[in-house]
């Protein structure tokens, strides 16, 4: 199994520029989640999606958007790429379970010039 | 979601055991701990997790005191590649989904 998969692992833009990050997971969870990690810090949750055909917002939702294509499919849009957004960006999936972990991709590192 | 507090950073000899220190004085009946690891520039690694009792898995063991207010990691032979970033988290889950919030974690760097 290749749990969860994000491309492309690299992306420079520059400002103003539009950005699909795509994310797979193969584990038949049914929730998934978008992350970002700025340098020194934390990851901080910008959306997720509870079961396929919901999404809702977390802590830093602003110039992002997202959508569940299916089950295993969990995207993420940059529609306007801003220096702010220079991050990485992790996506994860988690079971059924209450207790069901996280699962994480190995991330997309994004520079916006 | 509870707040945690964690050391900054941590030294452990090879082979020996390591001990990561998290305090949740704030966690609810209902919120499990969590760790998870991140080495650097990878994906956090989830490693175990526990409501009340202590558990064990094949990387570590979760000490959880009774009152629930602190819990301890264990790496019982650290290696090399155990050197990372250690996340202690609480949560509870909403609706099926998990949302965990990340602090800066415990910077563990395994000597030789």
């Known amino acids: 199994n290749a749990g969860v998969t994000q491309t492309p692992k690299f992306q420079v833009l520059k400002t103003g520029q539009s950005m699909t990050l795509q994310c797979a997971q193969d584990?038949?969870?049914?929730?998934m989640y978008w992350y970002r990690q700025d340098p020194g810090m934390g990851l901080r949750l910008i959306y997720y999606?509870?079961?396929?055909?919901?999404?809702d917002k977390g802590e830093v939702p602003n110039g992002y958007n997202v959508s569940r294509l299916n089950k295993r499919e969990f995207s993420l849009r940059l529609e306007s790429a801003a220096p702010s957004q220079t991050s990485v960006y992790f996506c994860?999936?988690?079971?059924?379970?209450?207790?069901?972990?996280?699962?994480f991709g190995n991330g997309t590192r994004l520079t916006v010039t | 979601d509870a707040k945690t507090t964690q050391p900054t950073s941590m030294d452990c000899a090879e082979g020996r055991a390591a001990n990561l220190p998290c305090n949740h004085s704030?966690?609810?009946?209902?919120?499990?701990v969590y760790w998870y690891r991140q080495i650097h520039s990878q994906g956090p690694q989830y490693i175990i997790h526990?409501?009340?009792n202590n558990e064990t898995n094949e990387m570590a063991s979760l000490i959880i005191t009774e009152d629930r207010k602190s819990s301890t990691l264990i790496l019982p032979h650290a290696t090399l590649r155990d050197t990372a970033v250690y996340y202690c988290?609480?949560?509870?889950?909403?609706?099926?989904?998990?949302?965990?919030?990340f602090g800066s974690g415990t910077q563990l760097t395994v000597l030789p």
């Open positions: 988290i609480v949560s509870v889950s909403s609706g099926s989904a998990r949302q965990l919030t």
């Open positions: 999606s509870a079961s396929e055909g919901t999404t």
């Open positions: 584990m038949n969870h049914n929730s």
């Open positions: 704030t966690i609810s009946g209902n919120e499990y």
């Open positions: 526990g409501l009340k």
């Open positions: 994860a999936s988690s079971g059924g379970r209450k207790d069901s972990p996280l699962h």
